[in-house]
């Protein structure tokens, strides 16, 4: 029978099992299972590991289904920063070509036709088509022969113009 003094403390964990009669190797695993049991969030439920070893194996199988249980959410998560990856590489190929358009002054309806080609090109993932931020001759390159014939005589228009064999052609 405890005194006055252990009343409460024979509340604890340690005093109810029994911890504090039994030596520092018992107390450490009974802590350590403990504090396992606790992070990862397994509960003690109405079988619990009562012994050192019960204790040991139970933290291993405890690590074993946290690692597992970790690597599924990391392998969802990368999937997904990869869908992410590939939308935004797609956006930034787009916003390039608009820029390309934009800078040369395309008209309106060129560029819209130019615009749409590139999206459904990359919207597509054809892999032939490859612009990089801003590069005009892979732009232009990955455009149909009639398209980038278009876009080369808008752009070309006034050197054209300034060649009298070529007027009126």
């Not at 019960?54 to 249980?69: A, D, H, K, N, R």
């Not at 990368?78 to 008209?107: C, H, P, W, Y």
Request: charged share 20%; net charge negative; with cysteine.
């Amino acid at each position: 029978d405890y005194s006055e003094d252990f009343k409460p403390r024979s509340c604890t964990w340690v005093y109810r099992e029994g911890y504090f009669l039994r030596n520092d190797a018992d107390g450490y695993a009974a802590a350590i299972y403990w504090a396992f049991s606790t992070l990862t969030t397994v509960g003690y439920g109405d079988i619990s590991a009562t012994n050192p070893m019960e204790q040991t194996f139970s933290m291993c199988i405890m690590l074993l289904g946290v690692s597992w249980y970790a690597y599924i959410v990391s392998s969802m998560s990368s999937i997904m920063a990869s869908f992410d990856g590939q939308a935004r590489l797609v956006r930034e190929k787009l916003n390039s070509v608009s820029e390309f358009t934009r800078d040369l002054g395309l008209s309106g309806e060129l560029s819209r036709r130019v615009n749409s080609f590139y999206e459904y090109a990359y919207t597509k993932k054809n892999p032939w088509i490859r612009a990089h931020n801003y590069d005009a001759e892979e732009i232009l390159e990955g455009l149909s022969s009639q398209l980038r014939t278009e876009v080369i005589l808008f752009v070309e228009q006034p050197l054209i113009e300034a060649i009298p064999f070529l007027q009126d052609k």
